[in-house]
């Protein structure tokens, strides 16, 4: 089973930027659907980029124009660029994978990473 490591957390200050990286093993990045999750305190999980293959991003509102998913196919690794964050940007990211290429929103994530924190001062 595929693995996954993200890292690139850290604490900013509002207005500030983070590059968020997810370590894949095999040929997850190259292959398959991928995503970025986030967990703020106190609040359920969401949802906030997801890439199909072969290079379709979606964005949830609140993270649209100011975050940027990417993947570094010669590294495996996912990338999340987030400028410009805000205090309300402030919990745990992870990254997830899906088993085919294509993203379904309705169909689990199989594969999960541990996650990176993100604290944003304001």
């Known amino acids: 089973q595929a693995q996954l490591v993200e890292s690139g957390g850290g604490s900013v200050q509002a207005g500030g930027s983070l590059r968020l990286s997810c370590k894949a093993s095999?040929?997850?990045?190259?292959?398959?659907?991928m995503g970025w999750f986030r967990q703020a305190p106190g609040k359920e999980g969401e949802e906030i980029a997801t890439?199909?293959?072969?290079?379709?991003?979606t964005y949830v509102d609140s993270v649209r124009v100011r975050f940027t998913v990417s993947r570094g196919y010669a590294e495996n690794t996912l990338y999340l660029q987030m400028d410009n964050l805000k205090p309300e940007d402030t919990g745990m990211y992870y990254c997830?994978?899906?088993?085919?290429?294509?993203?379904?929103?309705?169909?689990?994530?199989?594969?999960w990473g541990r996650g990176t924190q993100v604290t944003v001062a304001s």
């Open positions: 095999g040929n997850t990045v190259r292959r398959y659907c």
């Open positions: 997830a994978a899906q088993s085919r290429a294509l993203c379904v929103p309705s169909d689990p994530w199989d594969v």
């Open positions: 890439s199909t293959r072969p290079e379709t991003t």
